[in-house]
């Protein structure tokens, strides 16, 4: 079998962190987002994929290459404009065939996509929708199904007086190929709004399938954080970990130097090349990237650094989220910010 991930989106909702970098390899615990995905993609038997881009295409291909790193053949297609969710599928459709395994580019899951697959091919189904369950259903898009499964009504984010289920889309599909013929090539088309409703309309199988698996949309700031806090706490379980060695505390780079009465308070993730000075208190919930320095009696608190952060002496942090070469000045206090790459914040500084 084959997958296509949808990743052409420009990360709006993770603005300033997606401003330089593209949303699918954005770091979860240091490993670029794509990781993740592919993973679970190849622990079911699935090496072939298909990416389909648009916002900084060259910088994902520079971090994933030909995917043969992580055990895949990955392909690119490029839009040129996104075309909406569907648009982006159409896009990719002359490089797949039969049973193609279809993900949004932002959702991180331990799903067992071979269960999923089962049941669409013993219900002979032309498409088989991925379903969970959540507490506000208004925020997604509601799918009710019959009592086989059968889709009988697809709601993209309706408003709370007309949700009539707790089962939404958790943006991964099983299509058979030639369906995607049905999205008019070159245009911008939505799965939600468009290409599944006209499946209901045409009468061929479409069926949901419920899971109670790890589920979670990566594309805001406290969605980032929590799934970065899950993968420390082995709420979800993938094959992937950070480079370098397990420790007492959490996962260690290679080539970090840590002062001998600096604690790190687990679970903590310390990328390559980091250094943390004396008396500084690192964790729990804490992830630093690579080349990143913390101060002498610094204290980090659920705090991600991306790369080559740099932390004064006393700073103190507590959910803040910091992008690629952030420098946050002596004695600084932030809360749960969120900055964009290069920024500077002036010593003694609150926030």
Not at 64 to 84: I, K, T
Not at 126 to 154: H, K, M, N, Q, W
Not at 215 to 232: E, F, M, S, V
Request: proline share 6%; with cysteine; hydrophobic share 40%.
């Amino acid at each position: 079998m084959q997958a296509v991930i949808l990743a052409g989106g420009l990360g709006t909702r993770l603005r300033p962190l997606t401003l330089n970098r593209p949303k699918p390899i954005t770091p979860l615990c240091t490993v670029p987002f794509l990781r993740y995905q592919l993973s679970l993609l190849r622990a079911h038997g699935i090496d072939d994929v298909v990416l389909s881009v648009s916002h900084f295409p060259e910088a994902i291909r520079a971090v994933m290459g030909d995917g043969s790193s992580d055990g895949v053949r990955l392909r690119y297609v490029v839009e040129e404009e996104p075309l909406g969710t569907a648009g982006g599928l159409r896009n990719a459709a002359d490089l797949v065939e039969g049973r193609v395994v279809v993900f949004n580019g932002d959702i991180l899951t331990d799903l067992d996509l071979s269960a999923m697959i089962r049941f669409h091919k013993a219900g002979g189904a032309g498409a088989t929708i991925g379903l969970t369950r959540v507490e506000d259903p208004s925020l997604y898009g509601v799918v009710e199904c019959e009592a086989d499964g059968r889709v009988s009504r697809f709601v993209e984010k309706p408003a709370r007086h007309e949700v009539t289920t707790d089962t939404i889309n958790a943006g991964t599909y099983v299509i058979e190929a030639e369906l995607l013929r049905l999205i008019p090539s070159g245009a911008i088309y939505s799965m939600e709004r468009q290409f599944f409703p006209d499946l209901l309309a045409r009468g061929i199988p479409f069926y949901g399938w419920v899971s109670a698996a790890y589920w979670i949309d990566i594309g805001t700031a406290d969605k980032y954080r929590q799934a970065n806090r899950d993968l420390l706490s082995h709420e979800i379980r993938l094959p992937v970990v950070p480079q370098g060695r397990p420790g007492a505390a959490g996962w260690m780079g290679d080539g970090t130097v840590v002062a001998e009465s600096a604690k790190l308070l687990p679970p903590v993730v310390v990328g390559e090349r980091c250094s943390i000075g004396e008396r500084a208190h690192v964790g729990p919930f804490t992830i630093l990237g690579a080349g990143t320095s913390v101060g002498a009696d610094a204290v980090l608190v659920e705090t991600i650094c991306w790369e080559e952060v740099t932390l004064g002496r006393g700073v103190h942090l507590a959910g803040a989220l910091l992008g690629q070469g952030c420098r946050i000045g002596d004695h600084a206090g932030l809360g749960p910010v969120v900055l964009g790459d290069g920024s500077v914040i002036p010593a003694y500084s609150r926030a």
